[in-house]
Protein backbone atom coordinates (compact mmCIF):
# COMPACT_ATOMS: atom_id res chain seq x y z
CA UNK A 1 0.00 0.00 0.00
CA UNK A 2 2.66 2.15 0.93
CA UNK A 3 4.59 1.86 -2.99
CA UNK A 4 0.76 2.44 -4.16
CA UNK A 5 0.88 5.87 -2.31
CA UNK A 6 4.47 7.02 -3.42
CA UNK A 7 3.83 5.78 -6.58
CA UNK A 8 0.69 7.81 -7.09
CA UNK A 9 1.92 11.00 -5.46
CA UNK A 10 5.30 10.76 -8.13
CA UNK A 11 3.14 10.47 -11.12
CA UNK A 12 1.30 13.48 -9.69
CA UNK A 13 4.12 15.57 -9.32
CA UNK A 14 5.62 14.52 -12.83
CA UNK A 15 1.57 15.73 -14.46
CA UNK A 16 1.62 18.68 -12.63
CA UNK A 17 4.84 20.31 -13.09
CA UNK A 18 6.32 18.30 -16.01
CA UNK A 19 3.40 17.67 -18.73
CA UNK A 20 3.48 20.94 -21.13
CA UNK A 21 1.04 23.71 -19.82
CA UNK A 22 -2.65 23.34 -21.64
CA UNK A 23 -3.69 26.51 -21.53
CA UNK A 24 -5.03 27.62 -25.14
CA UNK A 25 -3.45 30.56 -26.61
CA UNK A 26 -7.27 32.46 -25.97
CA UNK A 27 -8.86 33.55 -22.99
CA UNK A 28 -11.43 30.40 -23.05
CA UNK A 29 -11.10 26.59 -24.24
CA UNK A 30 -14.15 24.42 -24.68
CA UNK A 31 -14.47 21.16 -23.60
CA UNK A 32 -16.90 18.35 -24.48
CA UNK A 33 -16.63 15.58 -21.59
CA UNK A 34 -17.90 11.76 -20.24
CA UNK A 35 -17.43 10.08 -17.14
CA UNK A 36 -18.97 8.40 -14.56
CA UNK A 37 -20.74 9.39 -11.11
CA UNK A 38 -21.29 6.98 -7.82
CA UNK A 39 -22.20 7.25 -3.91
CA UNK A 40 -19.18 8.37 -1.94
CA UNK A 41 -19.38 5.09 -0.30
CA UNK A 42 -18.03 3.52 -3.63
CA UNK A 43 -20.25 0.72 -3.92
CA UNK A 44 -21.17 1.48 -7.20
CA UNK A 45 -24.89 0.65 -6.62
CA UNK A 46 -26.27 2.59 -8.70
CA UNK A 47 -23.53 4.21 -10.61
CA UNK A 48 -24.45 6.79 -13.41
CA UNK A 49 -22.75 7.96 -16.94
CA UNK A 50 -22.47 11.45 -17.47
CA UNK A 51 -21.90 13.70 -20.68
CA UNK A 52 -21.33 17.23 -21.38
CA UNK A 53 -19.51 20.36 -21.89
CA UNK A 54 -17.79 23.07 -20.25
CA UNK A 55 -16.20 26.46 -20.92
CA UNK A 56 -13.36 27.86 -19.21
CA UNK A 57 -12.83 31.67 -19.47
CA UNK A 58 -9.30 31.94 -18.23
CA UNK A 59 -8.41 35.11 -16.17
CA UNK A 60 -4.89 34.16 -15.36
CA UNK A 61 -4.80 32.17 -12.29
CA UNK A 62 -8.68 31.85 -11.99
CA UNK A 63 -10.85 30.82 -14.60
CA UNK A 64 -14.59 30.83 -14.39
CA UNK A 65 -16.14 27.36 -15.81
CA UNK A 66 -19.88 27.30 -16.49
CA UNK A 67 -20.63 24.04 -17.43
CA UNK A 68 -23.91 21.49 -18.62
CA UNK A 69 -23.91 17.81 -17.97
CA UNK A 70 -26.80 15.39 -18.47
CA UNK A 71 -27.10 12.15 -15.69
CA UNK A 72 -27.72 8.41 -17.48
CA UNK A 73 -28.69 5.87 -15.65
CA UNK A 74 -26.35 2.80 -16.26
CA UNK A 75 -28.59 0.32 -15.18
CA UNK A 76 -32.08 1.21 -16.81
CA UNK A 77 -30.70 2.81 -19.95
CA UNK A 78 -33.57 4.85 -19.59
CA UNK A 79 -34.12 8.38 -20.19
CA UNK A 80 -36.84 8.84 -18.03
CA UNK A 81 -36.58 11.16 -16.41
CA UNK A 82 -33.69 12.83 -17.62
CA UNK A 83 -31.85 14.92 -15.18
CA UNK A 84 -29.72 17.66 -16.31
CA UNK A 85 -26.66 19.67 -14.14
CA UNK A 86 -26.16 23.00 -15.15
CA UNK A 87 -24.28 25.27 -13.25
CA UNK A 88 -20.76 27.44 -12.59
CA UNK A 89 -17.69 26.91 -11.13
CA UNK A 90 -14.12 28.91 -9.90
CA UNK A 91 -10.86 27.41 -10.08
CA UNK A 92 -8.14 28.41 -9.00
CA UNK A 93 -5.06 27.12 -11.52
CA UNK A 94 -1.81 26.35 -10.49
CA UNK A 95 0.63 25.06 -13.70
CA UNK A 96 -1.52 22.14 -15.08
CA UNK A 97 -3.38 21.42 -11.62
CA UNK A 98 -6.89 23.16 -10.88
CA UNK A 99 -9.15 23.45 -8.10
CA UNK A 100 -12.38 24.76 -7.04
CA UNK A 101 -15.73 24.85 -6.12
CA UNK A 102 -19.38 26.29 -7.18
CA UNK A 103 -23.46 25.25 -7.86
CA UNK A 104 -25.14 23.23 -9.68
CA UNK A 105 -29.00 23.29 -10.35
CA UNK A 106 -29.74 19.48 -11.16
CA UNK A 107 -33.24 19.58 -13.27
CA UNK A 108 -35.23 16.51 -13.64
CA UNK A 109 -37.11 16.35 -16.38
CA UNK A 110 -39.93 13.25 -17.28
CA UNK A 111 -43.68 12.66 -17.08
CA UNK A 112 -44.57 16.02 -17.61
CA UNK A 113 -43.08 18.01 -15.28
CA UNK A 114 -39.78 19.51 -14.23
CA UNK A 115 -38.60 19.56 -10.76
CA UNK A 116 -35.83 21.87 -9.33
CA UNK A 117 -33.92 19.81 -6.79
CA UNK A 118 -32.56 23.20 -5.42
CA UNK A 119 -29.04 24.30 -5.37
CA UNK A 120 -26.08 21.38 -5.07
CA UNK A 121 -22.49 22.34 -3.75
CA UNK A 122 -19.33 21.09 -6.13
CA UNK A 123 -16.07 20.17 -5.37
CA UNK A 124 -13.56 19.62 -8.46
CA UNK A 125 -10.16 19.08 -8.66
CA UNK A 126 -7.90 17.83 -11.80
CA UNK A 127 -5.06 18.26 -14.24
CA UNK A 128 -5.45 19.74 -17.90
CA UNK A 129 -2.79 18.31 -20.37
CA UNK A 130 -2.32 18.97 -23.79
CA UNK A 131 -6.08 19.30 -25.60
CA UNK A 132 -7.46 17.20 -22.37
CA UNK A 133 -8.91 17.71 -19.12
CA UNK A 134 -9.11 14.87 -16.13
CA UNK A 135 -11.28 15.66 -13.62
CA UNK A 136 -12.39 14.29 -9.86
CA UNK A 137 -15.38 15.58 -8.26
CA UNK A 138 -17.62 15.77 -5.41
CA UNK A 139 -21.29 16.93 -5.31
CA UNK A 140 -23.43 17.33 -2.34
CA UNK A 141 -26.84 19.20 -1.64
CA UNK A 142 -26.85 22.76 0.00
CA UNK A 143 -29.93 21.69 2.19
CA UNK A 144 -28.48 18.68 3.50
CA UNK A 145 -24.69 19.52 3.20
CA UNK A 146 -22.49 16.01 3.19
CA UNK A 147 -26.16 14.28 4.19
CA UNK A 148 -25.94 13.01 0.28
CA UNK A 149 -22.84 13.02 -1.39
CA UNK A 150 -22.42 11.59 -4.92
CA UNK A 151 -18.15 11.63 -6.33
CA UNK A 152 -17.37 11.63 -10.17
CA UNK A 153 -14.95 11.74 -12.68
CA UNK A 154 -14.24 12.81 -15.83
CA UNK A 155 -12.34 13.23 -19.25
CA UNK A 156 -13.10 15.67 -21.72
CA UNK A 157 -11.33 16.65 -24.35
CA UNK A 158 -10.91 20.40 -25.34
CA UNK A 159 -10.98 22.97 -28.58
Known amino acids: M ?9 LATFLVFFVPSAQAAGPLNFYIRSGIVT ?3 FTFNPVFGLAGANIDFNLGALSISPECDILLNFYSF ?6 ILPGA ?8 FYIGAGAIVPLIIGSGYTIDAGAWF ?5 LKFGGF ?12 FFGITLVGATFGAGF
Request: charged content about 15%; some cysteine; glycine content about 2%.
Open 78 to 83: SFDPVI
Open 39 to 41: PSD
Open 122 to 126: KANAG
Open 133 to 144: KLQAFLITPVSD
Open 89 to 96: LVNFNLAN
Open 2 to 10: KKAVILAVC
